[in-house]
């Protein structure tokens, strides 16, 4: 597939509007590798990574945006996560699911959307909320960018096992375009004529047709500068340090109880599938003196 896993960026000539396109193969599949998840959760963990690789299109620091739906409903947790190199990850917690015909929020058993955006070497980091009042993880999300970003958007999704895909549309503040005058009304016309064009996508078209493809179908009235594609790959940010993090949380007589069980102590993590492996001497070193550094925050 040349298109796979590619972020593209593009922008209306002669419009104040600009959008992201991405298409994920092998990236989503080894997301996805380790773990059996129902289709229902599959797909909506796919929706979610591709929603998230769109949204970090815009990032303009180094750092990490997240996605993460959390709700006491059959799905319990969802995180879906992407740096600004494009490395992805996600993961999803399920009891029993309904086969087909779930929404987003009887799946979470209605439950709130949060979009983290963290910047490296910073603490503290952007939260926006949003609860899960529509059928669907894209009109969710509109929502949040309208609440939250006050950015007016459309966003389409679509995923299966073995690629996801979206688009988004952003109207940008064009320079001179108050409310009150002719050009803000023509470039409201615009707004509402793109998202009219962009909703007669199928979920097949956004997964099968080329990125150029998609364009031409959706907008042959317009001219859009379609840029490169960026790579997006499947990387996960789990490391020693980060688990060792964890384990020193859990406390000295909890492992000393699991080394005594088990002999060492393993970790899996829940992203990648790779196990962490701690032995006696290592677990003592956790909680030396010199091994001792302060907890990270969140997931490994
Ligand atoms: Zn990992």
């Known amino acids: ?12 000539e002669n419009l104040a509007i600009r959008g992201h396109l991405v298409r994920l193969d092998a990236s989503w599949r080894a997301t996805i590798e380790h773990h059996d998840y129902p289709r229902p959760v599959s797909d909506l963990l796919g929706e979610a990574l591709a929603a998230c690789v769109l949204m970090a299109g815009s990032l303009k620091f180094s750092g990490r945006l997240s996605l993460q739906i959390e709700g006491p409903g059959p799905v319990r947790l969802l995180l879906a996560q992407c740096t600004h190199r494009h490395g992805i990850r996600g993961v999803a917690r399920h009891g029993e699911v309904p086969a087909d015909g779930s929404t987003v929020a009887s799946l979470f058993g ?7 955006i963290e910047q490296d070497g910073r603490a503290e980091h952007y939260q ?7 059928a669907q993880l894209a009109a969710c999300l509109e929502q949040y960018f309208g609440r939250s970003e006050q950015l007016p958007s459309r966003l389409l999704l679509a995923a299966r096992p073995d690629r996801t895909a979206g688009i988004l549309l952003q109207r940008v503040a064009a320079a001179g375009a108050e409310s009150e005058s002719p050009h803000a009304a023509e470039a409201d016309d615009a707004w509402r ?3 009219l064009l962009a909703a007669t996508l199928s979920s097949a078209e956004l997964l099968e047709l080329p990125c150029r493809d998609i364009l031409r179908r959706l907008f042959s009235g317009d001219d859009i500068r379609l840029f490169a594609g ?3 790959h499947f990387r996960c940010a789990c490391s020693r340090e980060r688990v060792s993090g964890i384990l020193r ?3 000295e007589g909890e492992l000393q109880a699991l ?10 993590c829940e992203f990648c599938n790779r196990a962490w492996h701690f032995d006696a001497v290592d ?11 302060p907890a990270p925050r969140g997931l490994h």
Do not use: N
């Not at 926006?128 to 009042?133: A, D, F, H, I, K």
């Not at 080394?259 to 899996?268: A, T």
């Not at 909680?287 to 001792?292: K, P, Q």
């Open 1 to 12: 597939m040349p298109e796979g896993d590619l972020l593209h960026r593009f922008l209306f």
């Open 110 to 116: 209605g439950g709130q959307l949060a979009v983290t």
């Open 128 to 134: 926006g909320l949003v609860s899960l009042e529509q």
């Open 193 to 195: 004529r793109i998202g």
């Open 230 to 232: 960026t790579p997006v």
């Open 249 to 251: 949380s859990l406390g």
């Open 259 to 268: 080394l005594r069980e088990r002999g060492d102590v393993e970790v899996c």
């Open 283 to 293: 677990v003592a070193g956790l909680f030396s003196a010199v091994g001792r550094q």
